[in-house]
């Protein structure tokens, strides 16, 4: 008896954990699914299934634009910080030099820097970036300084993440297989794009969406250094959605603009789940 | 001729050069110049050449009165906030989080739900979470409202993300859903790098077992607790989105990362603001020295 007790006891807890992760976004998909009137009747289960908050998105509050911009910065931001970091982790992990400790940490340091400490000498920077850019190119490209912008600082409070991830998984390669490279007289360059690049690639790949994610999810630079409809990212985006009159707030598209945000989010960590596991421990301690 | 490891140890260097120069130029340089200008009188007209001004925008005294960030009572009130959300929203997420890492533990057919279920908070973004947590906490039409209504307990919707009363606890509880998955997928790697037979021993079911966790298992995951208590301190700290998409306007919770910012970007006291971030980022560097002193995260790279 005890044996089935425990049994149903244990799987009490779990589904406990998974209503309580799940019912939230569970509650968004629902809403987001349902017309006007059926919104604001409160239940665990959709009445109907109804496409309108979607198409209104799709047409409207130019949504469509915002999700572009977030995968533009995100795309740029991304591949810059993953090949800078590629190679600094190797200098990091694989061979020691005096100083290297301190670098680490000066690394870990940035990274939990709080954002608001460079913002104004930033908000600086950016006007007289947008100065010296609006000089060079003409006003066709002009939509875009904010988003260029966006991917620099990005960038910035990236890299420490990815340095400090990518360093601890190539810490992980066994010494041996670099080993013979060495032996062969093949230059550093070549062991990192043909020993390493092999067995990193699903590091890399982790590192890479992990931070992509942070991108995606990033709010104050994405307010304070966008200011127009058509540079907007996906966090403004929603954030800014509004109904015309305060009491009118349109919870159904706020919930379906939410959903199409995360969504890609889940699928794609639900695919990689024990490879994000691994790659959210290597960030903070070894892996 | 050069050694091996001479010609490594400087090609090593050079692939350094890139995130040095990116550091330099984005965080180190940004930096001075948000402490110089907060010895300036930078407003939105003169913020490319504002005048040196000394310390007054931290505190002075003219004719009698103080002024300045120091002697803002809105400022010491959103040191209070930052540090009230902290202190009780990251204990919430250790105790959260240990709690799940060790039903992640459970070995079941529903073992893999679970571990996906707890990665889903962490995933979304915080402004959908605020959302969704608003959406269900709204006063007339939340499914939150609803529940306390159908069983007895609330007469009328309560409001309460806007109610000041209960506005900062809706944020902790936000911010607890968010991030105890962080914790708990720490204290899971902590849980799994342990030997087995700790593990088992663990798992003696009954009174006895949570006796033998806090005696036995919990001090040989404290490491991996203090890494998670660091990371999402020295995060809780700065914390801006939620705070600011719950109630941006409200005096009663602003964190001192919604006050600097305000100062900048609502007022245009560029001046100002900078001061309180630096002042904001001397507090955070004092808190997050003691903090790595404390767990000595210093140390990780010779723990190998």
Redesign the interface.
């Known amino acids: 008896m005890n044996k089935i007790y425990d049994k149903i006891f244990k799987y009490g807890l779990q589904i406990i954990v998974i209503i309580f992760c799940v019912f939230p976004f569970y509650y968004a998909v629902m809403t987001s699914l349902e017309g006007s009137a059926a919104v604001f009747v409160p239940n665990f289960f959709p009445t109907e299934i109804n496409p309108k908050n979607y198409i209104y998105l799709l047409f409207e509050h130019n949504f469509p634009n915002t999700i572009l911009n977030s995968l533009f910065v995100a795309v740029v931001t991304v591949s810059i910080s993953i090949t800078i970091s590629y190679f600094a982790a190797w200098s990091l992990s694989r061979v020691s030099f005096k100083g290297r400790s301190m670098f680490l940490f000066v690394i870990l340091a940035i990274s939990m820097f709080p954002q608001i400490a460079v913002l104004t000498g930033m908000y600086q920077l950016f006007l007289n970036f947008k100065e010296f850019y609006f000089n060079i190119f003409d006003l066709r490209v002009k939509g875009i300084t904010s988003l260029l912008w966006l991917c620099f600082t990005y960038t910035m409070f990236n890299i420490p993440f990815t340095v400090w991830v990518l360093t601890t998984f190539m810490k992980g390669v066994p010494k041996e297989i670099e080993e013979a490279a060495i032996v062969d007289g093949a230059s550093s360059f070549l062991i990192l794009r043909k020993i390493f690049l092999p067995i990193m690639t699903p590091a890399i790949f982790t590192t890479a969406i992990m931070a992509m994610i942070a991108v995606w999810n990033e709010f104050l630079f994405a307010l304070t250094f966008t200011a127009t409809n058509s540079d907007r990212t996906i966090t403004v985006g929603i954030a800014l959605i509004n109904g015309t009159i305060e009491y009118e707030v349109p919870w159904g598209s706020i919930m379906a603009a939410s959903v199409i945000v995360t969504v890609p989010l889940v699928i794609i960590t639900l695919l990689l789940q024990g490879r994000i596991m691994s790659g959210l421990t290597a960030g903070s301690i070894k892996g | 001729m050069k050694s091996?490891s001479q010609?490594?140890?400087r090609?090593?260097?050079i692939?350094?050069i890139?995130?040095t120069l990116?550091?330099l130029s984005?965080?180190l340089?940004?930096?001075?110049?948000?402490l110089y200008?907060?010895l300036t009188d930078?407003e939105l007209e003169n913020?490319?050449n504002p005048n040196y001004v000394g310390f007054i925008n931290y505190i002075e005294n003219y004719e009698g009165m103080w002024y300045g960030v120091l002697a803002d009572s809105l400022f010491w009130n959103s040191v209070r906030n930052t540090l009230v959300f902290s202190i009780f929203s990251v204990s919430l997420e250790v105790i959260l989080g240990i709690s799940?890492a060790l039903?992640?533990l459970?070995e079941?057919k529903?073992?893999w739900?679970?571990?996906?279920?707890?990665?889903?908070?962490?995933?979304?973004?915080?402004?959908?979470?605020a959302?969704?947590?608003e959406?269900?906490l709204?006063d007339?039409?939340?499914?939150f409202?609803?529940m306390l209504i159908g069983m007895g307990i609330l007469e009328q919707g309560k409001a309460w993300t806007t109610d000041p009363q209960t506005s900062m606890i809706v944020i902790i509880i936000i911010d607890a859903?968010k991030t105890s998955?962080?914790v708990a997928?720490?204290v899971?790697?902590?849980l799994k790098a342990l030997p087995n037979e700790v593990l088992e021993a663990g798992k003696v079911?009954g009174t006895n077992g949570i006796t033998q966790f806090y005696y036995i298992i919990f001090p040989l995951i404290l490491?991996?607790i203090a890494?998670?208590i660091v990371?999402r301190g020295?995060?809780a700290?700065?914390v801006?989105?939620l705070i600011?998409?719950i109630n941006a306007g409200s005096k009663d919770i602003m964190s001192?990362?919604v006050y600097?910012?305000r100062e900048?970007?609502e007022y245009s006291h560029?001046g100002f603001?900078?001061a309180a971030?630096?002042m904001?980022?001397l507090i955070?560097g004092v808190i997050?020295v003691i903090f790595i002193q404390r767990t000595r995260?210093?140390k990780?790279?010779?723990?190998?």
């Open positions: 091996v010609i490594r140890k090609t090593a260097l692939f350094l890139p995130v990116v550091l984005s965080a340089y940004p930096l001075i110049s948000t200008l907060s930078a913020f490319l799940f039903i992640m459970i079941n529903l073992k739900f679970v571990r996906a279920a707890v990665l889903i908070p962490w995933a979304i973004p915080t402004i959908v979470s959302r969704m947590f959406w269900m709204q007339q039409f939340g499914i409202n609803y859903w998955p962080f997928i720490l899971y790697a902590g079911d490491p991996a890494v998670a990371f020295l995060d700290l700065r801006f989105d600011y998409l001192m990362t600097a910012r900048m970007f560029f603001g900078a971030s630096t904001l980022t955070i997050a995260l210093h990780l790279d010779e723990m190998e």
